[in-house]
Structures are given as C-alpha cells and as structure tokens.
C-alpha cells in the first residue's frame, strides 16, 4: 500500500502570497487532517476533512482553508501570507471510525519559508 | 483533551531499554493514552495507545498505571535509528482525530 504523499517538499513565498499543499491520503483511508509545525513544537492542528467535509478545526484564522477530493486527496490553502506562517506542514490520514481510529499516518510534510 | 507532561530529554545507551515517563493526571475514564514519534525532517510516527490494560506491539510496550494518572513507554532495546523526540498524547478515540501534541520528549541513544 502507499504511503502519505506531500508536495511540495520545500517552497518559499514572500509575505503577502498564497500558497496550495497538497497530499495524497493512504490508500483506503477517508479522513485526512492537517498540522503546522513551527521550529522546535509539537505539531498543531489546524483542521480535519472527512468524506469531503470539514467536521473539526483548530485555533487557525479563516485565511487557512481546504479541499478534500473524491478520492481522499486533499489541499490546504493559505491566503495573506505572514512570516509566522513558515513552518512546516504536515498531512495526515486515517481510516473513519471505530476504535483503531487514533492511529493517523502522517506524511513528510511540505516545508515553508515566508520572507 | 486532558495535559500531559513529559521530561524534556533524556538519554539511552544503545541496546539498553528506554524507559519514557508521562503524567497525564487529569485524565477521564473514556480517553486513551497515545505515543507517537517523530524522528528528525520526518513526519510523526504512530507507536501504540492503550486504555488501562498494558500493551505491547513489535515496536513498543506501554504501562499504565492502575489509576491511570501515568505512563510509561518502553522501548526494549534502544537503537540509534529511536532517536526521535516521543509525544504522549491522551484523547477520546473515535471520529474526530484532533491530536494536541506537546513538546514531547527528545530521546537520544547513544553508541
């Protein structure tokens, strides 16, 4: 089976930008959440989509938004690019319900630069 | 989700076990306890989770304490590739995956 796949691995836009991620969800699983990772933290959730719907969203402003697709590929926007924006991004996906449900593969994660 | 507090580092000799404490003493009956790591430039890695019975995967074993207040993940024979900082994450299983992940542990193995 596939894993979680990012792209892009690294970009660098400049303040006031907007910039797409995408990633490819494990194949077979429906749900796929997202999170930033700023330099040396944990990752934060910034929101989850299942079966194309937006159903949970972290402390993020409305200039971060996403897409889920059909086929459980999905894209993370960010408008009005700030400096603390740069972090990196990290996918994950999961299998909808039931006990097992904690259990999310995340991908490598698409580092961005903002200067 | 309920807190969890974590040592900052530590160390382990390669092939010794390494022994990662977490207080998660707030937490409610229905959450579980979840580990998961994240070795550098990569994404987090699922380790196991538990609800007050111990278990143990080919990766890992993990102790609960029998209130629950803490636990313990056991790596049984550390290996250069485990270096990683180590999250332990309490949170109610089912639909929504909202993970709060904290500073974690940085464990290091050292040859």
């Known amino acids: 089976e596939t894993g979680v796949t990012q792209s892009p691995t690294h970009l660098i836009k400049t303040r006031g930008q907007q910039v797409t991620l995408r990633c490819s969800s494990q194949?077979?699983?429906?749900?796929v959440s997202w999170y930033q990772q700023a330099l040396g933290q944990g990752p934060q959730f910034i929101f989850q989509?299942?079966?194309?719907?937006?159903?949970g969203r972290g402390n993020f402003p409305p200039r971060f938004s996403g897409l889920q697709f059909p086929n459980y590929s999905s894209e993370l926007n960010v408008n009005a690019l700030e400096l603390d924006d740069s972090a990196l991004y990290l996918c994950a996906s999961s299998v909808g319900t039931g006990r097992l449900s904690g259990e999310l593969f995340f991908g490598e994660g698409s580092r961005l630069t903002v200067l | 989700d309920a807190k969890t507090t974590q040592p900052p580092s530590m160390d382990c000799a390669e092939g010794r076990a390494a022994n990662l404490p977490c207080n998660h003493s707030t937490i409610s009956g229905n959450e579980y306890v979840y580990w998961y790591r994240q070795i550098h430039s990569q994404g987090p890695q699922y380790i196991i989770h538990?609800?007050?019975n111990n278990e143990t995967n080919e990766m890992a074993s993990l102790i609960i304490t029998e209130d629950r207040k803490s636990s313990t993940l056991i790596l049984p024979h550390a290996t250069l590739r485990d270096t990683a900082v180590y999250y332990c994450?309490?949170?109610?299983?089912?639909?929504?995956?909202?993970?709060?992940f904290g500073a974690g542990t940085t464990v290091t193995v050292r040859a």
């Open positions: 989509y299942y079966r194309e719907e937006e159903n």
């Open positions: 538990g609800l007050k």
């Open positions: 994450i309490v949170r109610v299983a089912g639909n929504d995956y909202k993970l709060s």
């Open positions: 194949s077979g699983h429906n749900t």
